[in-house]
């Protein structure tokens, strides 16, 4: 990936769905032989499901079901949009691999899958995203509200965000209504886009790709992150920050250039490169 390509997507990519499914089964194989008081629960979220995408309508729909919207009924209803738009699976499969690859403390697909909340509010957002375009607004708000009950996750639907993200820890996470976020990107807990509080339209910000927005970064109004950008933990992004470029303070100023995705390789470290 050169520093010329700016685009917030990646090039395209291998299909991620075979190669995650079947990790995510043999790890679910092993995790029920290993510990069989879990093996009901990998069989109904896992095992017995006939796809991907099936056991993810499963897995999502046990986490925020309530007295009003049963689990039935939210499975059918992801497994719906899962089945008009079938790249909804692909890019949660590439999701779950962003997880997996990019934090260690994940021994296997399982862990994210059934465990991490801000990959479930991330999928969740993209299913409210597939009913907000669709024209089905209401129901995209209601469970928008909903994910931000039950993971304190806030994602507008309108949002738009690409694949390959992953969204550490996740709680306080806020994205905005004009928020546009490139492929690759890791957000971890406590971070902001959002607007500045005075503007309409298209007030959010634009988070190009292979960024990684460190614990507690706030970016506010309609700016630009470059691709490959990293921004400081606790910082306050008021201004564009340039690609490749690693600003961290309050508010944020540059201390840093970056030579890679961060996004990827979640170094947060920036000392080494000093200006």
Known sequence: MSRGETALQAPQRAPAIPRVWDALRADAERIAAAEPILA???RRAILEPASFAE????????????????APRLTTLTADAFAADP???????????????????????????????????????????????????SLALYLQG????????????????????????????VIGETAVVGDDVSILHNVTLGGTGKETGDRHPKIGRGVLLAAGAKVLGNVTVGEGAKVGAGSVVLRAVAPYT??????????????????????QDFLDFQI
């Open 40 to 42: 009901p629960v990998l």
């Open 246 to 267: 690693t600003v961290a303070g309050v508010p944020a100023h540059v201390v840093g250039r970056t030579h890679d995705l961060p996004g990827r390789t979640m170094d």
């Open 146 to 173: 909903r994910v931000s009950d039950v993971f304190a996750v806030d994602i507008h639907p309108a949002a738009r965000i690409g694949s390959g993200i992953f969204v550490d820890h996740a709680t306080g996470v």
């Open 87 to 137: 790249s909804l699976a692909e890019t949660a499969a590439l999701d779950l691999a962003a997880s997996i690859e990019r934090n260690p403390a994940y021994p296997d697909h399982v862990t994210p899958f059934l465990y991490a909340k801000g990959f479930h509010a991330l999928e969740w957002y993209r299913v409210a995203h597939a009913l907000w375009t669709a024209d089905r607004r």
């Open 55 to 70: 056991a993810l309508a499963v897995v999502l729909a046990a986490k925020l079901a309530d007295a009003d919207f049963d």
